[in-house]
């Protein structure tokens, strides 16, 4: 059945922005306003399920007509590329809460990058009477045909040389009594003085050599980090992934991972494209049968087409017989010997004396050591503070603690 109603929107938003030459900045947010109509709704008399995708359709239509896309792809169908096009290829929803009858609403419409294929869209719509969000949506669209590249339409634009903004990191997040989605983290680099002296001369080959593999395009394989906690698995995962670029990054916690299945990891990947799956605690993928769990890990990395980075916290030997030894990369964690624990120690400034480590120590363990210390450093110095009468006593503080000299008699202002 033709819908009137959609068709006259359409050719509206065509005809307002017809011959537009001031065209916005394409990290902009488009928003368009929109309102639920006795059509809309469904038996339970909210907007029906569809309408909301169907209203996040204007909001794209909105951005490409704002941004100057949408007449840079009708340049490119007239200079020859007739079947150029940009059609949506995957979504991801989450209903958040219903929209009633005259509600009022905004959809609002940006966008978060894009690779050699496809644009990635977020798109929300927020409701007027409390300014929260009922839906929210990531979309792909990939550009056709294959020889037209989002980056060529964004080049068409003329504004300068402009290249899709790295892709931040997102974690799966469940929302109460709604389902699951991704919500974008910022993961400062961790601060590790020697890769070598805190993981091992051997480990400097593995981690050159997992850089090299996840950012070939081609490469679709397992990476398997095994150790007990406190190893710096998931610290060097932090570290791993700011050396990465041009990469969707998609995290499972550990409380997340056990109760999906695999349809269900794959409906959240589907937006992604070149995106890389990492799990943490991957034991947790299967707990009733722990000797599965690998084998669970390679039918998800080959049903979703993507690389997976997973830690465990105990070595699960397996023979991988059946799978291509170039696709997989495999790490043991280990604990510091005594001579690397001392240097590293003595290296991140602890005050605490050689011939008290005896024994092979972790770098949960150093590091917890250097906080101890920092704490008990810190306390000293806010007790001998409420002590000081003079400013001249606090200046004289001040300057030994940012010096760090031992000898304080040596210190002196002038």
């Not at 009137?4 to 947010?29: D, H, M, P, T």
């Not at 005259?102 to 300014?131: C, H, P, V």
């Amino acid at each position: 059945m033709f819908d009137i109603g959609y068709a006259i929107r359409v050719i509206a938003l065509l005809f307002r922005y017809k011959g537009n030459k001031k065209c916005k900045n394409i990290f902009s947010e488009s928003v368009v306003k929109g309102r639920c109509w006795p059509n809309d709704l469904d038996l339970n008399w909210h907007m029906n399920n569809s309408r909301y995708l169907r209203e996040c359709d204007f909001g794209r239509y909105s951005f490409l007509l704002e941004t100057g896309l949408w007449n840079r792809l009708i340049e490119r169908r007239k200079k020859g590329m007739k079947n150029s096009s940009i059609i949506v290829s995957a979504l991801q929803v989450q209903y958040r809460q219903s929209v009633e009858l005259g509600d009022r609403f905004e959809i609002r419409t940006r966008i978060n990058g894009w690779d050699d294929k496809a644009f990635y869209f977020e798109q929300s719509i927020i409701l007027e009477k409390n300014q929260q969000a009922a839906f929210s949506l990531i979309v792909r669209l990939v550009t056709i045909p294959r020889s037209l590249t989002p980056q060529m339409l964004i080049d068409d634009l003329q504004i300068g040389s402009i290249q899709s903004p790295k892709f931040s990191p997102a974690v799966v997040c469940k929302y109460p009594q709604q389902g699951y989605y991704l919500h974008g983290i910022n993961i400062k680099k961790p601060f590790i003085y020697d890769l070598s002296l805190s993981y091992g001369k051997d480990f400097i080959i593995i981690h050159h050599q997992i850089l090299k593999q996840l950012n070939k395009i081609e490469w679709k394989g397992i990476i398997l980090l095994y150790g007990i906690p406190g190893t710096g698995k998931t610290y060097y995962i932090r570290y791993l992934i700011n050396e990465l670029q041009e990469k969707n990054l998609i995290y499972f916690p550990s409380d997340i991972i056990r109760v999906l299945s695999s349809s269900e990891i794959l409906q959240i990947l589907k937006p992604y494209s070149h995106s890389i799956i990492i799990i943490d605690d991957a034991e947790n993928l299967n707990k009733d049968h722990p000797d599965q769990v690998l084998n669970n890990l390679f039918n998800l990395n080959h049903l979703s087409h993507r690389p997976i980075i997973a830690t465990f916290n105990s070595y699960l030997p397996q023979i991988f017989s059946h799978h291509k030894t170039s696709s997989i990369i495999q790490y043991s964690f280990n604990k510091l010997d005594i001579i690397n624990s001392r240097i590293l120690l003595k290296t991140l400034g602890s005050q605490r004396d050689n011939e008290t480590i005896k024994q092979s120590m972790t770098l949960g363990e150093i590091y917890a050591q250097i906080t101890f210390e920092t704490k008990i450093q810190n306390e000293n110095i806010i007790e001998s503070r409420k002590k000081l009468k003079t400013p001249d006593e606090m200046i004289q503080l001040l300057a030994e603690q940012e010096l760090s000299l031992s000898d304080k008699d040596n210190c002196t202002l002038s």
